[in-house]
């Protein structure tokens, strides 16, 4: 499954620690989950393309925040470059 790439590696989990590290340069790649708030959504995905970042829609905010590892749902997760 795609979300199992998230398990293991070095992230930020939220949609304001994901914009930060979009603008810092830091995200590798971002992940949305499809029911998360539209407008939420949609400020992300237009950092990510300004940013030149890839994005992927994905599950829900509760399948997110379990491949976090995290007891609460996430609209938003963004790998960090190693």
């Given at each position: ?21 979009v ?9 949305l ?50």
């Amino acid at each position: 499954m795609l979300l199992d790439e998230i398990t293991n590696r070095k992230k930020v989990i939220g949609s304001k620690q994901v914009k930060k590290a979009v603008v810092k340069g830091m995200a590798s790649k971002v992940f949305l989950a499809n029911d998360a708030e539209p407008h939420i959504l949609a400020q992300l995905r237009e950092l990510c393309r300004q940013h030149e970042v890839e994005i992927v829609a994905t599950a829900t905010m509760e399948e997110l925040g379990q491949a976090c590892n995290i007891e609460v749902g996430s609209a938003a997760v963004a790998l960090i470059k190693e």
